[in-house]
Structures are given as C-alpha cells and as structure tokens.
C-alpha cells in the first residue's frame, strides 16, 4: 500500500536508541499497524536541542500551571533551551504537511496530557502536566490530530486516529 500520509512520533517510539540511558521505546504494535500506510518522521526534542545521550533524567517541576523542566539530580533548568529549540522544530515541522503526531506518553519533552508536576513542597506529583515540545507543538499546530502511544493501543481511539488524519 502506498504510503500516503505523514505522521510525526517521538523517535523513541520508533525503536530509536535516544532515550536519556541510550535506550528506546519501541511500539511494535504501533509501527505494525499504522506503519503500514503512513510514514513516520521522527522527532526527539532532547537529542535534537543537543542534551547527548546518554544524559542525565529530567522531569516537570515547580508551578503546576507553568512547570519548568529541570534535571532532577542537579536542578538544572533547562526550559528556555527546550522552548526556544521546541520553537523553531515546529516551525520547520509546520511546513511538513503533517497529518497528525503520535507522542510519548509521559515524557516531560513529549507528553501530551497527564505529564507528572513535581512541586518545590515535595509531596506526590500533581499529573497535569504537558511537555513542553508536545506543549508548542498543539499550541501552534492545534488543528492536526495527536495522540500518545498508550492511547492508540485503544483500537476504538486507533481507529479514530486514522480517520482523523486521513481526513
Ligand atoms: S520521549 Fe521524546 S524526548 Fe524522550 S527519548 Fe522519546 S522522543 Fe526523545
């Protein structure tokens, strides 16, 4: 089947190595299914705004409603870097003809709903976060389908999903 439309995913899901301990995410069912008819284009914010791998985890903290994203072990703040980075990928990605995007469930950088708010008064994380590449992403591109890998295992939100991007 040809494949006719294009897809964004976060890279891990695909199977490549650019997790923070030089691992992957691979969705096997994901890639089997909707792989078959659309083409992938991979995205990984924190590669790509240049943070290495392996690198050190990071995660959502401070303010619920305006969470900076920070490394754990060092506190170091790195949301202006995300941001700025976050800004011009979608640009260029704006002009991909894109259909929708598939991200990472849970990831700070990629996580659409759900992302774990971490608070300076310490207590269980609040899970009202948003990544912050996800976050820009829907924020410019608000008309294009999204969903996350932990979702799309729904068949009924599946199928939903291809409807709507192939629309
Ligand atoms: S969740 Fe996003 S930032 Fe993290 S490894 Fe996967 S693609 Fe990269």
């Known amino acids: ?11 891990c899901l695909l199977g490549e190595r650019v997790r923070y301990d030089g691992g992957h995410k691979l969705d096997q069912c994901l890639v089997e299914t909707l792989g078959r008819f659309v083409s992938f284009v991979p995205v990984c914010p924190e590669t790509e705004c240049g943070l ?14 305006a969470p900076r994203l920070v490394i754990i072990r060092s506190g170091l703040d790195l949301t202006d870097r995300m ?11 704006a002009k ?17 709903e759900r992302v774990k708010v ?41 199928d939903n999903f291809i409807t709507r991007i192939s629309c």
């Not at 791998?53 to 401070?62: C, D, K, N, V």
């Not at 991909?96 to 659409?112: A, D, T, Y």
């Open 118 to 158: 971490y608070t300076d008064s310490g207590g269980a994380p609040a899970k009202i976060g948003v990544g912050l590449f996800a976050r820009e992403f829907m924020a410019r591109l608000p008309l294009l389908p999204v969903e996350d890998e932990g979702c799309l295992h729904d068949p009924v939100r599946r």
């Open 1 to 11: 089947m040809q494949k006719t439309f294009k897809v964004g995913i976060s890279a």
């Open 96 to 112: 991909e003809n894109l259909c929708g995007f598939i991200f990472k469930s849970r990831s700070p950088s990629c996580g659409m």
């Open 52 to 65: 290495g791998i392996p690198r050190e985890a990071m995660r959502l903290a401070g303010d619920p409603t």
């Open 83 to 93: 941001e700025q980075w976050a800004c011009r990928r979608v640009a260029m990605l």
